[in-house]
Nanobody, 124 residues
């Protein structure tokens, strides 16, 4: 069974940067896709970035050029570098994992493994 443990996040002023980390424990197969899902107040959970085992990534338009998803395979750790943060980025951010590619897995129900979630607050 895969377990995901997150760290990072916190509070920052608009324009600032934060980095989120998500460590994976247990048996991690080679073909394992991971993503970040923020959920803002009163909003649905939305996949904003994903990365597959071959390193291919996809971003939602609202974070393109500002957020970067990456992973360290040796450390089994997923990262989300968030730059030029905006108040509308405020949300509970959770990492998620799934067996196989996550290229076409865009909803929370497509992912079977979840981190505990950490609040990111951006003040204006």
């Amino acid at each position: 069974q895969v377990r995901l443990a997150e760290s990072g996040g916190g509070s920052v002023q608009a324009g600032g940067s934060l980095r989120r980390s998500c460590a994976a424990f247990g048996y991690i197969p080679h073909n394992y896709g991971m993503a970040w899902f923020p959920q803002g107040p009163g909003k649905e959970r939305e996949r904003v970035a994903r990365i597959d085992s071959d390193g291919t990534t996809t971003y939602v338009d609202s974070v393109k050029g500002r957020f970067t998803i990456s992973k360290d395979t040796l450390k089994n750790t997923l990262y989300l570098q968030m730059n030029s943060l905006k108040p509308e980025d405020t949300a509970m951010y959770s990492c998620a994992g799934t067996y196989g590619s996550c290229a076409f897995k865009t909803t929370g129900s497509d992912f079977g493994h979840w981190g505990q979630g950490t609040q990111v607050t951006v003040s204006s």
